[in-house]
Antibody, heavy 121, light 107 residues
Framework: EVQLVESGGGLVKPGGSLTLSCAASGVTFADTWMSWVRQAPGKGLEWVGRIKSTPDDGTTEYAAPVQGRFTISRDDSKHTLFLQMNSLRIEDTAVYYC????????????WGQGAPVTVSS | DIQMTQSPSSLSASVGDRVTISCRASRSVTYYVNWYQQKPGNAPKLLIHAASILYSGVPSRFSGSGSGTEFTLTISHLEPEDFATYYCQQSYSLPRTFGQGTKLEIK
């Protein structure tokens, strides 16, 4: 059974930083592309970015609103995905979901329970 | 960016009804459209991928169709557990984008 467990969410001031973690089990993590999707309160789903599997070079892509501020990384030895968020803005307030995705990110198959992030002074 | 526009934004229906949700892409995405179901407080779940392929474990009352720019999700016979919000999503190009959602409510 695939399980994704996010952690690290919380309250942060504008301009601050936060790092989310996503611990994966039940998948061959190193071979799995991973993505982050967020959902602002009462709003729809928004793609944040992705990281390719290590055999596929492990490179990242980001949505324009977070480009240059957010960094996705992975530790295959610990089966863990990370989302480092810097220069946080009020509009980054959302629940952040990590997801597994098949190669080329054709669909988001498994989702974590979500990590709430609130950016407020 | 490719915009995904769903209609209607909300829908009231009864158990046993057949319902259809539409999704239009701002340009062709061939068949690279997925559908997700989300219930309050829970993460989304994948229902349909590649426009018409039922994901593993999803009941057969769900079906998807379409290609190019027009797509539909059909629930043939509503069950009580189907009342939720549904999202389409394109995986044709970056950034990946979602429709705004269709909230399906009990009449």
């Amino acid at each position: 059974e695939v399980q994704l467990v996010e952690s690290g969410g919380g309250l942060v001031k504008p301009g601050g930083s936060l790092t989310l973690s996503c611990a994966a089990s039940g998948v061959t993590f190193a071979d799995t592309w991973m993505s982050w999707v967020r959902q602002a309160p009462g709003k729809g789903l928004e793609w944040v970015g992705r990281i390719k599997s290590t055999p596929d070079d492990g490179t990242t892509e980001y949505a324009a609103p977070v480009q240059g501020r957010f960094t996705i990384s992975r530790d295959d030895s610990k089966h863990t995905l990370f989302l480092q968020m810097n220069s946080l803005r009020i509009e980054d307030t959302a629940v952040y979901y990590c997801t597994t995705t098949v190669r080329w990110e054709l669909r988001f198959e498994y989702w974590g329970q979500g990590a709430p992030v609130t950016v407020s002074s | 960016d490719i915009q995904m526009t769903q209609s209607p934004s909300s829908l009231s229906a009864s158990v046993g009804d057949r319902v259809t949700i539409s999704c239009r892409a701002s340009r062709s995405v061939t068949y690279y459209v997925n559908w997700y179901q989300q219930k309050p407080g829970n993460a989304p779940k994948l229902l349909i991928h590649a426009a018409s392929i039922l994901y593993s474990g999803v009941p057969s009352r769900f079906s998807g169709s379409g290609s190019g720019t027009e797509f539909t999700l059909t629930i043939s016979h509503l069950e009580p557990e189907d009342f939720a919000t549904y999202y389409c999503q394109q995986s044709y190009s970056l950034p990946r984008t979602f429709g705004q959602g269709t909230k399906l409510e009990i009449k």
